[in-house]
């Protein structure tokens, strides 16, 4: 058999980056910073193509709590970056009408309180409280408590209580953050090379990207090339065949209409969710706007009346007419194919119900700067990269499966679909487990923990028919009181935070 001819191994000499939107330049900003514009052996050339004539897909203004880690591993400035991409704080998600219509609940981030002896403090409070109510499991998240009171101010550092253990994303304009990174990764040497890539030239034998060609004739070429081209997946698809997993019967809806509206007050710290009769809407609260988007099935309603439920549901005045969007819910079945690397929704898509694509994002780029290859681009490092990124996409899949699925709503074809619809393996065995036993028994490092299962088992109405025997160890008036003294005291550290609009308006507007 004939040797392939493979370039040496050493640095990489220029990576490659295919498109400016988010996730293009997310990941020029930790590149830049690594081996950008540098003198030492790793440092190489970055260059970012990004087309003026295909604009970005324009929205994804919502995110998880470890955006925080990212931000501060590049060392931004948290006032100015809030200033900067008007932000706003967010501390989980208001669900309405998913359960059953008149259903509400919270999604916070942070626990319900210190676990007790080992097992999670919310499960203590399913055995003394149980179904019949009695205080309200969400008095115990300081987040949620906080939420719904319009307050916000960062956990403290230095204080280990219970009413401290809460934590926070943001929300900002994915436009303006785009460009804040743009501005970083340009003063760490990356390039900026604009144009729409015509041709792409691979090399005989392996089929590796060698350069891609602009409309001008301008031939850029690259040893690792990061593709960040949005749906058109034009490097993973385009050129790698990667190939699709469609996951569109688990999660069937595949359009979406975005508008902003103007805002009103007061600025809520947190993303709202509401189930429609084809889908749900969000609502999204920055500084400068809200931003608002109706994601629907076309299959159970037409893109005229979805518009008409998204402008009916605005709380402040259009600012544009509805934008459409399509999109088939899935994974390339290998993100990382030769040496394309595909990050941002060129990689693949779940709908924004969980603030999620940001973080895949995140995560995508932080495992390829985990398994950098040299310039042979290793073989082995792309399995194990696309091993991790499949086992966390479809742990996110199955958690935004189940908000479909617990649903008891028959007012439409949509929800009798969903709530009948056969789900995974793996969801079906979580479910059960917690039906029967109160336990969460699949958490995947790099996706949803424990609280957030719980907060969508209990909001949705699935409560444990038993409980871990274990727990009997406590007496239950201890408990009782236990949980009073919790409900007060996150109270009242709640009472003393400011208004969320007064803060921003304090700590992070121009000095
Ligand atoms: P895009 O923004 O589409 O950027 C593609 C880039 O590729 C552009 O710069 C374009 O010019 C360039 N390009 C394409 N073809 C060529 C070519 N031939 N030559 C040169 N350049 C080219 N995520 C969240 O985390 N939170 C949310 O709340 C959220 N809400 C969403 C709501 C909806 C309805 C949708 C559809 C997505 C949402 N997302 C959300 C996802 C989020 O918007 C994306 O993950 C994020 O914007 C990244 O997009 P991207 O950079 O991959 O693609």
Same mark, same amino acid.
């Given at each position: 058999?004939?040797?392939?001819?493979?370039?040496?191994?050493?640095?990489?000499?220029?990576?490659?980056?295919?498109?400016?939107?988010?996730?293009?330049?997310?990941? $020029?900003?930790?590149?830049?910073?690594?081996?950008?514009?540098?003198?030492?052996?790793?440092?190489?050339?970055?260059?970012?193509?990004?087309?003026?004539?295909?604009?970005?897909?324009?929205?994804?203004?919502?995110?998880?709590?470890?955006?925080?880690?990212?931000?501060?591993?590049?060392?931004?400035?948290?006032?100015?970056?809030?200033?900067?991409?008007?932000?706003?704080?967010?501390?989980?998600?208001?669900?309405?009408?998913?359960?059953?219509?008149?259903?509400?609940?919270?999604?916070?981030?942070?626990?319900?309180?210190?676990?007790?002896?080992?097992?999670?403090?919310?499960?203590?409070?399913?055995?003394?409280?149980?179904?019949?109510?009695?205080?309200?499991?969400?008095?115990?998240?300081?987040?949620?408590?906080? $939420?719904?009171?319009?307050?916000?101010?960062?956990?403290?550092?230095?204080?280990?209580?219970?009413?401290?253990?809460?934590?926070?994303?943001?929300?900002?304009?994915?436009?303006?953050?785009?460009?804040?990174?743009?501005?970083?990764?340009?003063?760490? #040497?990356?390039?900026?090379?604009?144009?729409? !890539?015509?041709?792409?030239?691979?090399?005989?034998?392996?089929?590796?990207?060698?350069?891609?060609?602009?409309?001008?004739?301008?031939?850029?070429? #690259?040893?690792?090339?990061?593709?960040?081209?949005?749906?058109?997946?034009?490097?993973?698809?385009?050129?790698?065949?990667?190939?699709?997993?469609?996951?569109?019967?688990?999660?069937?809806?595949?359009?979406?209409?975005?508008?902003?509206?103007?805002?009103?007050?007061?600025?809520?710290?947190?993303?709202? +969710?509401?189930?429609?009769?084809?889908?749900?809407?969000?609502?999204?609260?920055?500084?400068?706007?809200?931003?608002?988007?109706?994601?629907?099935?076309?299959?159970?309603? +037409?893109?005229?009346?979805?518009?008409?439920?998204?402008?009916?549901?605005?709380?402040?005045?259009?600012? $544009?007419?509805?934008?459409?969007?399509?999109?088939?819910?899935?994974?390339?079945?290998?993100?990382?194919?030769?040496?394309?690397?595909?990050?941002?929704?060129?990689?693949?898509?779940?709908?924004?119900?969980? +603030?999620?694509?940001?973080?895949?994002?995140?995560?995508?780029?932080?495992?390829?700067?985990?398994?950098?290859?040299?310039?042979?681009?290793?073989?082995?490092?792309?399995?194990?990269?696309?091993?991790?990124?499949?086992?966390?996409?479809? +742990?996110?899949?199955?958690?935004?499966?189940?908000?479909?699925?617990?649903?008891?709503?028959?007012?439409?074809?949509?929800?009798?679909?969903?709530?009948?619809?056969?789900?995974?393996?793996?969801?079906?065995?979580?479910?059960?487990?917690?039906?029967?036993?109160?336990?969460?028994? !699949?958490?995947?490092?790099?996706?949803?923990?424990?609280?957030?299962?719980?907060?969508?088992?209990?909001?949705?109405?699935?409560?444990?028919?038993?409980?871990?025997?274990?727990?009997?160890? !406590?007496?239950?008036?201890?408990?009782?009181?236990?949980?009073?003294?919790?409900?007060? $005291?996150?109270?009242?550290?709640?009472?003393?935070?400011?208004?969320?609009?007064?803060?921003?308006?304090?700590?992070?507007?121009?000095?």
């Amino acid at each position: 058999m004939e040797k392939q001819r493979m370039p040496d191994g050493g640095p990489l000499r220029r990576i490659v980056i295919v498109g400016g939107g988010t996730a293009g330049w997310m990941a $020029a900003a930790p590149l830049g910073q690594l081996l950008g514009g540098g003198d030492h052996a790793a440092s190489c050339e970055i260059v970012l193509v990004e087309s003026p004539e295909i604009g970005t897909v324009g929205v994804g203004e919502a995110t998880l709590p470890t955006i925080r880690y990212y931000n501060n591993s590049l060392k931004l400035d948290n006032a100015e970056f809030i200033r900067k991409t008007q932000a706003s704080f967010k501390l989980g998600i208001e669900f309405k009408d998913w359960g059953h219509l008149g259903n509400r609940f919270f999604h916070g981030f942070g626990e319900f309180g210190p676990s007790i002896l080992n097992r999670s403090s919310v499960s203590h409070w399913l055995r003394v409280h149980g179904q019949a109510g009695g205080m309200g499991y969400e008095d115990l998240s300081t987040a949620t408590v906080m $939420a719904l009171r319009n307050r916000f101010v960062p956990p403290d550092g230095d204080v280990a209580s219970a009413a401290n253990a809460y934590s926070f994303a943001f929300h900002f304009d994915a436009g303006l953050y785009a460009a804040f990174l743009r501005d970083y990764a340009m003063a760490r #040497g990356v390039k900026r090379e604009e144009g729409t !890539i015509v041709d792409v030239s691979l090399r005989p034998g392996d089929g590796f990207v060698t350069a891609v060609t602009l409309a001008d004739g301008r031939r850029i070429e #690259g040893d690792l090339f990061i593709d960040c081209s949005g749906f058109r997946a034009l490097l993973i698809e385009g050129v790698c065949k990667a190939g699709y997993h469609d996951w569109s019967h688990w999660l069937p809806c595949d359009s979406a209409q975005a508008v902003p509206c103007a805002r009103v007050e007061p600025l809520t710290p947190y993303t709202t +969710s509401t189930a429609r009769s084809a889908g749900w809407q969000w609502r999204i609260p920055l500084q400068h706007r809200t931003g608002n988007g109706h994601v629907y099935c076309s299959g159970y309603t +037409s893109d005229e009346e979805a518009g008409q439920v998204l402008m009916r549901n605005l709380d402040g005045a259009a600012q $544009a007419d509805p934008r459409q969007l399509r999109f088939k819910t899935g994974m390339r079945r290998k993100a990382w194919d030769r040496n394309v690397v595909a990050i941002g929704l060129s990689s693949g898509f779940l709908e924004p119900l969980e +603030s999620t694509s940001i973080q895949l994002i995140m995560d995508g780029i932080g495992r390829l700067i985990e398994l950098l290859p040299d310039r042979r681009c290793d073989a082995q490092l792309a399995a194990e990269y696309n091993r991790r990124m499949t086992r966390q996409y479809e +742990s996110i899949r199955d958690f935004i499966v189940l908000h479909y699925k617990l649903t008891t709503r028959d007012d439409s074809e949509f929800w009798r679909y969903c709530a009948a619809m056969p789900i995974p393996d793996d969801l079906t065995h979580q479910i059960e487990i917690f039906r029967r036993s109160g336990r969460v028994a !699949i958490l995947d490092p790099d996706s949803f923990a424990e609280p957030s299962w719980v907060s969508l088992f209990l909001g949705l109405g699935l409560w444990p028919e038993r409980h871990d025997p274990l727990l009997a160890q !406590i007496d239950e008036q201890v408990l009782r009181g236990h949980f009073a003294q919790l409900r007060t $005291a996150i109270a009242k550290t709640v009472d003393a935070m400011p208004d969320h609009g007064a803060f921003i308006n304090r700590h992070a507007k121009a000095p």
